[in-house]
């Protein structure tokens, strides 16, 4: 028996003693509460982050490897916390290990999983994700990770980013570079952070240890609508230009020439077989009266006819997929659309070309021969010495218009040997402009008129894509649920639109709209609520850190002309909004024209965007703005 209490008594010593080596230390606890202070919306702070990154050459076929190995220490900083730890890979990379330790360096029981990767945008991938949940019982808790991930080819390591998921009180990142190798490390996004760089040569090993130190990183932006990553956050872009194995030069990315080089010996690759849709071509372009009909017929087709499907997956992320496949499955992903519309118009008889293209949310041109700067893939055909682009991606853009995602950006069109860099032509927010009109009177404490309106460009297009993904079978709901953007208290009837199917002309929408209680009357006083919209009433960008980004630019117009009832006058006119600066225009009146109170507004967002730097004058306007929007109209009954 004594044996036994002595064996237990020793069982629970070394168990005590064990979870001393794990719980924080005082010291740990009293770091957590002051980090909380300075993060107050964060759990979990990174209180290191070291990266380091060494490259080498697979002899059999003779790419170049990177190894990157990852080494953090994570502290709970609240009360308790409960979080999950991953690492992205595919098939040109691999996660060696991933280790979770604790504070005293012994392997902590976190079994990780290696798992495919889903996204509700992707069809397929080859994405896959290890992961593991941790739980921090008490604040300042820790645990150590350690991860080893494994390029098989380098050309797809493109670049690393300094923020995470967590705050970071200190971050290097370090580079062993090779002599064999040349490498550029593109400094991005480096102003307004503290970064040092520090550079070492090691005379026996012949490589340069290259390390950037960063402190006190706060976590990812947690703003909607921000630009992409590339704009905002600082990197390093990884820059491979050439390697040296056994004395001989490899060329990788040393410029656009090289980049496309290697795209082009993808198409090169392919087995297109387009006569096994020329019966369709054909039946697209006979009876037709000019070229132009016979493009817009064959671009309109791919639109209507090619289901949109996002699609990674190994090297098929960048090679188009055969024409004759997107044909035959009507469906493909970007690359495949625009192979499809470049072989049919090529059986039409036009120069059609393939183009890449990274979207506004890629940071960069082809002045960077990098894979990071394009994820996109459209059509050009040149007819008559123009460029024309097409996007089978874009279901309701016409010929000759172009989605915000792509103005501007450069494009790399395909021509042989050679390439093409071509600018793609850029909107206006008056190409996009909404205009709405509400002629209206009073009955029965209700306002009640007729409404129209007219969408351009890719105000229609948005508008198209909202109604047509609408949730219901019955389209004259789901128009009906737009239009009164689903509030009971607004009736829409009689709607007469314009052709949705008529992508060359404006959209135009008849109907007859009823604004229910927006009136009170007491005693011969009638209290008028006029504007259910109230644009952009919750856009204050106060506590934003970013750029706000529309998906398009913006012109919204609307008149509201209501006929004031005999007997009766309005005591008093908000006052006027008259805004303007490089980013947005904002115009807000009322006046009264007779017996019609005209009531007019004007939103403009010129470039898509509110930048940073135009914050503080937005967010006057906008708080004059609701500021009107919550005066009521007083009529009052002449005596």
Not at 318 to 335: A, E, L, T
Request: hydrophobic share 35%; charged share 25%.
């Amino acid at each position: 028996m004594k044996k036994k209490l002595t064996l237990t008594l020793l069982f629970l010593s070394t168990l005590v003693y064990c979870q001393k080596q794990i719980d924080p230390t005082p010291e740990d606890i009293t770091q957590a509460k002051s980090l909380k202070v300075v993060y107050p919306d964060d759990d979990v702070v990174l209180i290191n982050s070291n990266d380091y990154i060494e490259f080498d050459i697979n002899k059999d076929n003779q790419q170049v490897i990177v190894n990157h190995k990852v080494d953090q220490n994570l502290m709970n900083i609240s009360s308790r916390a409960d979080i999950q730890t991953y690492d992205m890979y595919n098939s040109e990379s691999n996660v060696e290990y991933f280790i979770i330790k604790y504070r005293n360096d012994k392997e902590a029981p976190f079994s990780p999983k290696y798992e495919s990767y889903t996204s509700n945008d992707l069809f397929h991938n080859d994405t896959k994700v290890v992961y593991t949940n941790l739980d921090f019982p008490v604040q300042g808790y820790q645990y150590a990770l350690s991860s080893k991930k494994k390029y098989e080819d380098i050309k797809y390591f493109t670049s690393i980013y300094f923020p995470d998921d967590y705050p970071i009180l200190n971050r290097t990142i370090t580079f062993v570079v090779p002599d064999w190798l040349e490498l550029e490390l593109k400094e991005m996004n480096f102003d307004g952070f503290d970064i040092e760089k520090t550079e070492v040569y090691d005379e026996k090993n012949k490589t340069r240890t290259i390390s950037f130190t960063v402190s006190n990183l706060d976590a990812h932006y947690d703003d909607k609508m921000a630009p992409g990553p590339s704009f905002i956050y600082p990197h390093i872009l990884v820059l491979a230009k050439s390697f040296t194995y056994k004395k001989e030069s490899h060329t990788l990315f040393k410029n656009t020439k090289d980049l496309y080089a290697w795209y082009k010996s993808l198409v090169d690759d392919m087995t297109d077989e387009p006569f096994q849709f020329q019966g369709k071509v054909s039946e697209l372009t006979s009876n037709t009266s000019s070229d132009e009909e016979k493009i817009k017929n064959i671009y309109y087709w791919v639109q209507d006819n090619i289901r949109y499907i996002a699609f990674e997956d190994g090297i098929a992320g960048f090679k188009p997929d055969d024409s004759q496949n997107v044909y035959n499955k009507r469906y493909g992903d970007c690359k495949g659309m625009a192979n499809l519309i470049k072989q049919m118009l090529i059986l039409a008889g036009f120069d059609a070309r393939l183009t890449w293209i990274g979207t506004n949310h890629i940071a960069y041109d082809y002045s960077t021969p990098s894979l990071s700067v394009d994820n996109h893939m459209i059509c050009t055909v040149i007819k008559d010495g123009k460029k024309i682009f097409l996007d089978g991606t874009e279901k309701y853009n016409p010929f000759g218009e172009y989605a915000e995602r792509i103005q501007g950006k450069q494009a790399l069109i395909e021509n042989g040997d050679d390439y093409i860099l071509e600018q793609i032509p850029v909107a206006t927010s008056a190409d996009n402009q909404s205009h709405f009109i509400y002629n209206a009177k009073i009955e029965n404490d209700e306002i009640v008129g007729d409404a129209h309106i007219t969408y351009k460009g890719e105000s229609k297009a948005s508008f198209l894509y909202n109604y047509n993904n609408l949730m219901t079978n019955k389209k004259g709901e789901a128009l009906n649920f737009y239009l009164n953007n689903g509030d009971h208290n607004i009736i829409v009837a009689d709607i007469n639109p314009s052709d949705f199917n008529d992508r060359e002309n404006d959209l135009n929408l008849d109907y007859h709209l009823i604004l229910k209680n927006t009136i009170s009357s007491f005693d011969g006083t009638i209290y008028l609520d006029l504007d259910k919209d109230r644009e952009f009433a919750t856009y204050n960008l106060e506590d934003r850190k970013t750029d706000l980004v529309f998906n398009f630019k913006k012109h919204l117009e609307s008149e509201i002309n209501l006929e004031i009832p005999e007997g009766y006058t309005i005591e008093h006119l908000p006052e006027a909004i008259d805004e303007e600066n490089e980013d947005f225009k904002i115009h807000l009146s009322y006046n009264l024209n007779n017996n019609i109170l005209e009531y007019k507004k004007l939103f403009i967002i010129k470039n898509a965007k509110i930048k940073k730097a135009t914050f503080e004058h937005w967010n006057k306007t906008i708080e004059r703005l609701k500021s009107t929007y919550n005066e009521q109209l007083i009529l009052t009954l002449s005596k």
